[in-house]
């Protein structure tokens, strides 16, 4: 058996191990694929050494089969196919005791907290678990958690069938967001400066906008008739792009922040002030989210083979990675068993 473990220094290194029998509550999953995500490269980076333990099995995007079932788990077989909502909780926080137990104070984020999903056999709570329908190709299903964060963010936005809708940042999570939007009715604007990536998301039927080339407050004034959008994701995760999204935004118009933001950054509060914006954090997800995940990618109303770009064995994530780093790939899977022994 083989994992993938980030061992400092940006290095990834494929490593055998021995898999352990699950214990009580646990379920043993044969991890299928394993999608690679902007949080991996921070950690990857080096940018969350703070909090990560090295060596660390990193991943949690993923799809696979259950292997084995630990004692006290009902309702799971070995054969079932599955993702997990790598969130562990402890139940017991301000947070959670207000109901907000996907943001709890005290998380334990299955991946970067603790060993994620990257190698051949993966021990997590049963109770991790969400189902897959059996139509369902796993590597599409690896696509299941950064779709529940896209559902997650538009449902923040509380946005409604009609609304004009801006986001900023045409990367995996900025084209699924985009997508959710679409799906919902939603009108929607992708702001994004790669060529390629407009090219991508204009097939899909979604109106994309080069801010280098075109004033985008001028478009948006025009395209919305002088109000603004309804609400603007910031997906880039750029300086820039979050000091000039509050000028996107109507009069009491929402500006959710979807980008993780590795310092802080400046924004317009005068404009936030002038126009009553909402500013809205939105983080992971629910497992309402996750369900509906699911049930979009079963409908097949996400164009997976827009998001997936490319499938890799685990010997080669640090071209993956370098691919990411370089703007060239949308969303990378890892093909665990592929590079399994």
Known sequence: MLSAQYVGDRAVEILPYSPVEPSSGEVRIRVAFVGLCGTDLHILHGNM????????????EMSGVIDAVGPDVTGWAVGDAVTVMPLDWDGTCPGCLAGNEHICQNLNFIGIDSPGALQSLWNVPADTLVALPPGLPLDAAALVEPLAVA?????????????????????????LIASVLKEYGADVLLIETDAARRERIAALGI????????????FVDEWTAGAGADV?????GAARAVLGATSLAKVRGTLVIVAIHPTPREI???????????????????????????????????????????????DRIPEAVAQL?????????????????
């Open 232 to 236: 603007v994701f910031e997906v880039s």
């Open 325 to 341: 780093e370089a703007g060239q790939a949308m969303k990378v899977l890892v093909d665990v068993q592929g590079g399994a022994a």
């Open 207 to 218: 109106t994309t906008l080069d801010p280098l080339a075109v004033d985008q407050v001028a």
């Open 151 to 175: 559902v997650h963010d538009v449902r923040r936005g509380e946005v409604a069938a009609g609304d004009k809708t801006v986001v900023i940042g045409g990367g995996p999570i900025g084209l």
């Open 268 to 314: 317009d509060l005068q404009r936030v002030f002038w126009r009553e914006l909402r500013l809205l954090g939105a983080r992971v997800y629910q497992r309402t989210d996750f369900e509906e995940a699911v049930r979009l990618l079963e409908s097949g109303s996400i164009a997976t083979d827009a998001v997936i770009t490319d499938i890799v064995t685990l």
């Open 49 to 60: 050494d703070g909090r990560v333990t090295r060596p660390l099995t990193f991943g949690h």
